[in-house]
């Protein structure tokens, strides 16, 4: 029960879980967090996820709905790809000293890189990000607006190994500052002014 507004449902608990991992990582939440986090009861938890990995996975994925795929936006493929708009976003988020990296990254660095549902999805984003920065450059080129010497699969690998950087140096408390750096290092890896 949460609250007096009555139960919560298995979505919303889901949301408030991964909020929380997000927050101070999934392998350092207790069941004891995640009931006062979610307003879930243990029982509630036990019968939607019998294994906390299985509640992480789901909440990975749920953080790539509804995170990533935002933050991606801007590079989506048939619309026009903006890479400047990427960066701006990123630099936004990196920027708040409150930022402790992406949760997906985060988690895929941790303890809990040995579960292959884990490795995988973060193999898949960093495979995603490098192509759609790839994409993007390759678009900005043809239409003259980059450097055309820049090589788009580089530019993408770079871009993505930034942002994974970036996420590891938040967690462990990097100032703003510094993240705000390697974004403008990012950006001319891109071409981007």
């Not at 390759?138 to 450097?147: C, D, G, P």
């Amino acid at each position: 029960m949460s609250s007096g507004s009555g139960p919560v449902s298995r979505a919303e608990v889901l949301e408030r879980a991964m909020e929380l991992f997000w927050r101070q990582g999934a392998d350092q939440s207790s069941y004891s967090e995640i009931v006062e986090a979610t307003g879930a009861s243990r029982k509630a938890l036990y019968g939607w996820w019998p294994e906390k990995s299985e509640m992480v996975r789901q909440s990975l994925e749920l953080y790539q709905e509804l995170v990533l795929s935002q933050v991606l936006a801007p590079l989506n493929p048939g619309r026009s790809q903006d890479l400047n708009l990427f960066w701006t976003q990123i630099e936004s988020v990196v920027s708040t000293d409150s930022w402790r990296g992406c949760y997906l990254c985060r988690t895929a660095s941790g303890p809990l890189s040995s579960d292959e549902a884990v490795s995988g999805m973060f193999r898949a984003h960093v495979k995603r990000v490098g192509g759609a920065v790839a994409a993007a450059v390759t678009e900005a080129k043809q239409r003259s607006n980059i450097n055309s010497t820049i090589c788009p699969e580089v530019a993408g690998r770079t871009s993505a190994a930034f942002i994974v950087l970036m996420s590891a140096l938040a967690a462990a408390g990097a100032p703003a500052e510094d993240l705000v750096r390697l974004v403008d290092d990012a950006r001319r890896a891109c071409d981007v002014r």
